[in-house]
Nanobody, 130 residues
């Protein structure tokens, strides 16, 4: 069983930064961040995939709206996936969920939810407002 625990959300002014963390089991081969804004469906923001030997596969996925501003990474020593969010905008507001799959999944496939995460965290609120 994969356990996901998110942290790092909060209130930030436009232009500010936040770093979200997702603690996941080491055998999670695909991990991503999904955002649900008020009144909207959950959207894949950024996903990263690893081969079962721990090596990253291909390039990480970013939704068009966050390209150049958000960066996904993983610290294997901490078994934690991060989402560094810079130059935040009000439209980035929402609940951010960490999701994962235990089998190999192409980043776009999971982030577009063709094969959605099978493990989820409880979400962390991000509010961008002045």
């Amino acid at each position: 069983q994969v356990q996901l625990v998110e942290s790092g959300g909060g209130l930030v002014q436009p232009g500010g930064s936040l770093r979200l963390s997702c603690a996941a089991a080491r055998f999670a081969l695909a991990v991503g961040w999904f955002r649900q804004a008020p009144g909207n469906e959950r959207e894949g923001i950024s996903c990263i995939t690893f081969l079962d030997n721990g090596m990253p596969y291909g390039s990480s996925y970013y939704a068009d709206s966050v390209k150049g501003r958000f960066t996904i990474s993983r610290d294997n020593a901490e078994n934690t996936v991060y989402l560094q969010m810079n130059n935040l905008k009000p439209e980035d507001t929402g609940v951010y969920y960490c999701g994962a799959r235990s089998n190999f999944t192409h980043v776009k496939v999971m982030c577009t939810q063709q094969l959605p995460p099978t493990f989820w965290g409880q979400g962390t609120q991000v509010t961008v407002s002045s």
